[in-house]
């Protein structure tokens, strides 16, 4: 009977749904709670996705699988969050008509996702691609949110100046946001308590510079808004950085209070290792200040267990996507043998056909050849550069050959700088080529992930500065 009842109401809701235009079906997946998401949201939201298929509403499913990977990214199932992001490029969700909302919440979700598992390089290009045209954009929701990430990543890797301008920033608009003069933004519960958090992270990069009395500030202005929205996130992120001040004012019962508060939304909601490390490396090292030695045992052992299952975590992440790129690469050779075969029949026949032709016409030439115009040719130059480019394109072995025939100098002036394998070369020239990311991806049957691992592992080869583009650098190479 329940069973029955279940499937009622989805109908009832698809139906209702299906009504919904794209905007009204957006606000939909922004209104379901993300703090406390777990499968009953997760599953809401894919019937959303549906509903958005069947009416084509792309940047909505786009959104949807963000969400779903938002909320495995709180959760630590990084293997689920990442499948959801690749999703949104896999089903071609991506184009010229995109919303510029989408696009950035997929760089921001890479962000998040790179930062996770220690790549912080890949972690900030990811915000690099998008960085002018946020601000672009003057949109104060945005705005936060860039420079409250990269906040985050510079704290993680020890620039605490660099982090303190980032959480100014992203302070000053999240308050702009919640100001909403003119009614320019959408506000909503899961934004509104996001553009909260800023007070409080402004409060431990003020303690983590040895600044208690800044910090102090923004510690009690963060609980008096803590007041004014009911929110488990908000709730989480003021008290783990009101119990650190606490405890670096030597206030224990205080400090204790809040991190206990801590302790138990991380046990409940938040399965993420950096927030579970957090609060257990803080509860341990309050602890350790008092002497009770049963309690730092106690949080000795959770520290392990969370990086325990943090390790095994990544590694089976690590493993399923050496898999899934194994299979791709299966996958392809087949196709490309296939392609391979279809091809070679194909030009079998042309060339029948070119010999039967040619006979045919030797025999039977018209007496008036001589008065037919002879079409434009290219030149040697035009003509073998589209050959270069062709080669590329199809991943031919002899296209590397071809490459340094055109541009002599190229590979020499290379290895003059560092010495590289003949893949490296190839792959070098195809950035000379001014070929894509993606399109480099696509000509060579690796992932868009592998290429930008590629040109990061270059740069760090070839000593290219990171403040230059990459593509402009290989184009003085050889001029």
């Not at 500030?217 to 963060?222: D, H, N, P, S």
Request: hydrophobic content about 35%; charged content about 25%.
């Amino acid at each position: 009977m329940m069973k029955k009842l279940t499937v009622l109401f989805f109908l009832i809701s698809s139906f209702f749904y299906s009504q919904q235009t794209e905007q009204e079906m957006k606000n939909i997946l922004f209104d379901i709670e993300f703090s406390t998401a777990g499968p009953k949201e997760i599953e809401k939201i894919d019937s959303l996705i549906k509903v958005c298929k069947q009416n084509s509403y792309n940047d909505c499913v786009a959104l949807g699988y963000l969400k779903i990977a938002n909320i495995y990214n709180r959760n630590s199932d990084m293997k689920r969050s990442f499948y959801y992001t690749d999703k949104v490029e896999k089903e071609n969700l991506i184009n010229s008509d995109t919303d510029f909302e989408v696009i950035f919440y997929l760089h921001l979700q890479r962000s998040l996702l790179y930062q996770k598992l220690g790549e912080r390089v890949t972690s900030l290009k990811q915000l690099d691609e998008m960085y002018d045209k946020v601000m672009q954009t003057n949109n104060a929701y945005f705005i936060y949110l860039i420079n409250w990430q990269y906040a985050g990543i510079y704290n993680e890797i020890n620039k605490k100046e660099l982090a303190l301008k980032h959480y100014k920033t992203a302070y000053k608009y999240s308050k702009i946001y919640r100001e909403n003069k003119g009614e320019l933004y959408r506000i909503d519960k899961n934004r509104l308590s996001n553009s909260y958090k800023t007070s409080p992270y402004l409060a431990g990069i003020y303690l983590d510079l040895n600044k208690p009395d800044s910090a102090k500030i923004y510690i009690e202005e963060a609980i008096q808004n803590e007041k004014k929205i009911d929110e488990i996130g908000i709730r989480y992120i003021t008290s783990y950085y009101a119990g650190r001040y606490f405890k670096s004012i030597k206030q224990i019962p205080e400090a204790q209070h809040h991190l206990w508060i801590c302790k138990n939304i991380a046990n409940n909601y938040y399965k993420s290792e950096n927030y579970q490390k957090s609060v257990a490396m803080e509860l341990k090292s309050l602890y350790e200040s008092t002497g009770q030695k049963d309690s730092i045992a106690y949080y000795s052992n959770w520290l392990l267990e969370i990086e325990s299952s943090n390790k095994n975590q990544n590694q089976l992440l690590n493993d399923t996507v050496d898999k899934q790129n194994e299979l791709e690469t299966n996958k392809i050779k087949k196709e490309t043998k296939n392609l391979f075969f279809i091809l070679s029949v194909s030009v079998a026949v042309c060339i029948l056909f070119i010999f039967l032709f040619l006979y045919y016409y030797r025999k039977h030439k018209s007496k008036n050849l001589d008065k037919i115009d002879i079409p434009h040719q290219p030149s040697v130059d035009e003509s073998a550069f589209k050959e270069i480019i062709q080669l590329a394109k199809e991943n031919n072995p002899e296209f590397l050959t071809r490459f340094n025939e055109y541009y002599p100098h190229f590979s020499e002036k290379l290895l003059k700088i560092s010495p590289l394998k003949i893949s490296e070369i190839r792959f070098c020239a195809y950035i000379y080529l001014n070929f894509s990311t993606k399109e480099i991806a696509e000509y060579t049957f690796t992932s868009v992930r592998t290429v930008q691992t590629k040109k990061y592992n270059l740069r760090k080869k070839m000593n290219i500065p990171g403040d230059m583009d990459i593509y402009v650098w290989f184009s003085k190479l050889v001029k």
